[in-house]
Structures are given as C-alpha cells and as structure tokens.
C-alpha cells in the first residue's frame, strides 16, 4: 500500500509577497484641511506652494480695494432703484480677484450672478457689467471680445458651457483654459456633474472653481452635502481637486495658478474648493438675518481678505499708508464714476421687447406687440 505524498503550500515569504497596488484616488484627493498661507492676522505660514510674485500680490490687493468699493457702490445704486437686483460678493474679494489674475486674457471666464467684482476685476468697463442686473435683455459687453460669458442665473449652466468651450479650443490646438466659477448650491445641480464628467471623460482644460460661501440664499452647506468638504467631489470623476481658504488671497492666487497650468498643460480639469463668506445677504432681496446670526457674520468678519493681505504685504514692505491711501482714493474715484454714469437713464423702446423673441414673429406675438403699441401711443395723446 502506497501513501501519496501531498505538497504543503507555505505562505510565501515577506520578501516575496505581492506589493500593494498603490491606491488610484490618492492623486486625485484634496489636502485634509484647507491650504493656507496666511494666518487671519496675516502672518506667513509655512508651506510647499510657491508663492505669487510680490507685485502680483500688490496688484491683487489694488483691485480687491477697488473691487469692493464697486461692490458697495452697486449695493446702493439698487436701493436707489437703479439696479433691478446686485448679488454682492463683499467677503469673496480674495476669490474674485484671484481667478482673474490666475489667467490670461485670452482665457476664457464663465461667471454666475455674484460675479460682477471679477468681471469690472477683468477690466469690463462697471456700467457693462451692471447692465443685465438693470433690466436690461442681454449683457452689456461682448462675450467674444472679452472672452467672457454673459453672468450665469440658472445654476450650474455655466459648468456645461465651460467644459464646451474649453473642450473645443484644445480640440483647434489652442491652450486656452476655461475657468468656471460655481456656488456651493450649484453642486447638487445635474449641470454641475455633466460639465465636470464631460471635461474629465475629454480632458477638457477647465478649472471649476466653487466658492463655498456656506449658503444657497438659506440652506446651509450642512443640508447640501454630507462629503468632507465639496472638492471631495473631484474623485468621483476622476479629477484632481484641492481645497483653499478662500479668505487667504496668497493661497487663493497660488492654488488657482497651479490648477490652471494642470488644465494648459493638457492635463485635463481641476476642482478648487474655496472655503469663504458671503458678509452681505444673498441679494438685495434677501433677508439673511433669517437663517443665520449675527455673532457668524463677525467671526467671519475677523478673518477679512483685504485687511489679511494688507498687513502681510505692510510687512513685505511693498505697501504702505501712502500706497493705501492713493488705492483708496482710486477706488472712491472708480465709485463716483459709476454712480455718475448709472444716473443717466439708457433710452429704451418698449416695443424691442418684442425683437428677437423668435426669428419670425408669432400672431400672438404680433397682436401683443400692437397692444403695446396702441397703449403708448395714447399715452403721448393724453400727454398733449
């Protein structure tokens, strides 16, 4: 009788196990705590990230002060009843300015309401800017000369028209990047996922920079997502993503021109997260006081953008009350200007109302266009 031997299977040695495949999602995932180079106080911290040039942090800081007296001063011409609506960005200075100075000006901005600082940032001239926010039926600058989408409304669109463009610029061999601002409420909007997949799916050099002010007009970011912070969101679809404090201007400046150089080196989309605040109401419409206390408001007003990029640029010696106050007094002087100009009154013919509805005028169209008609021409009777 014979006994059949059975080889005894031994685990293989440490030396010769199988290395871990390294983990696919690590590049891709945003540092735990929001990158930060500034303390509130402004004072420097230590970090990997290079540093912007010291004249492009004077100039930033120049149009943050003219960009928030703009803010004011539109904030005011819509209680005088010039403006239909203003949706202020006081708070998000570091964000505004930050994008546009990340860019070149051949590079293309896709803007949602709360942009009007960026774009008058971008050297739109304030009254173009303001003239879809005064009732007007389109934008007062052209989209194509300043390479800059008319301000998005509906939430998310943008983010579609984005990934668009960028995709097909890069399919014509230009390097232009698209930059995509976004609200936190736009991320739990279809538009927002399409145009992120469809620019990671064709490495479509976009950035999509969301501004997380906390608030979609009064829900809180608590009621919108349960991810650690939206740039989690960047994984899901294979995309790099990095998350700021919005309310440092030198890491704002500095995340922002590291993810546009990944988008023009053809390395496809990026997603930046900017941790900020928004200081006034959702718009002028809105009754903040509602949703959220006023003790919130001034723990964010401790950490200011303007006064933290102030003071460290104060100890860089390449500001001083000299150099602040000539800023200030430009400022003033950009505000009167378009308080003056936003006195005069465009003339309008109510019945363009009724241009451009549909290529070729519908009857109802027609008979409503008469009505008007017929209304304003009686008015001018009565007058006389």
Avoid at 1 to 14: E, G, K, N
Avoid at 225 to 233: D, E, G, Q, R, W
């Amino acid at each position: 009788m014979t006994t059949t031997s059975r080889a005894v299977r031994r685990a293989p040695s440490p030396s010769r196990r199988a290395a871990t495949p390294p983990d696919p999602a690590r590049e891709l995932l945003p540092s735990a705590e929001p990158v930060r180079m500034l303390d509130p106080t402004g004072t420097p911290l230590r970090t990997t990230l290079t540093e912007p040039d010291l004249d492009q942090l004077r100039e930033m800081y120049r149009r943050m002060v003219v960009g928030r007296r703009f803010d004011a001063q539109s904030t005011a011409l819509t209680k005088q009843g010039k403006l239909a609506v203003y949706p202020s960005s006081r708070g998000q200075e570091a964000c505004q300015v930050g994008a546009v100075l990340a860019l070149r000006d051949t590079d293309w901005v896709f803007p949602t309401y709360r942009e009007s600082m960026a774009l008058v940032s971008r050297g739109i001239d304030p009254v173009e800017v303001l003239t879809l926010l005064r009732g007007d039926w389109h934008c007062g600058y052209d989209p194509a000369v300043r390479h800059t989408a008319p301000q998005c409304t509906p939430l998310g669109t943008q983010c579609v028209h984005a990934a668009g463009l960028a995709y097909g610029e890069a399919y014509q061999g230009r390097d232009t990047v698209a930059l995509a601002f976004v609200g936190d409420g736009a991320t739990s909007e279809g538009d927002f996922h399409e145009g992120v997949n469809f620019a990671a799916v064709f490495k479509a050099p976009v950035v999509f920079f969301v501004q997380n002010n906390k608030y979609a007009i009064s829900v809180p970011i608590s009621r919108q997502t349960a991810a650690p912070s939206l740039a989690y969101k960047g994984v899901g679809y294979g995309v790099p993503a990095e998350q700021v404090d919005g309310n440092d201007p030198v890491a704002v400046l500095a995340v922002l021109t590291r993810a546009v150089a990944h988008a023009r080196a053809g390395n496809g989309p990026y997603l930046v997260e900017a941790h900020t605040y928004r200081m006034e109401p959702h718009t002028n419409a809105d009754d903040a006081t509602r949703y959220r206390d006023g003790a919130e408001v001034e723990a964010w007003r401790d950490r200011d953008p303007i006064a933290r990029l102030e003071t460290y640029l104060r100890t860089r010696e390449v500001l001083d009350d000299e150099a602040v106050a000539a800023i200030a007094a430009e400022a003033e002087a950009y505000a009167a200007d378009l308080r003056t100009r936003m006195h005069d009154r465009p003339a309008v013919d109510p019945l363009s109302l009724f241009d451009h509805v549909y290529a070729e005028p519908t009857p109802q169209l027609r008979e409503q266009r008469e009505q008007v008609r017929a209304e304003l021409a009686a008015d001018r009777e009565g007058e006389h």
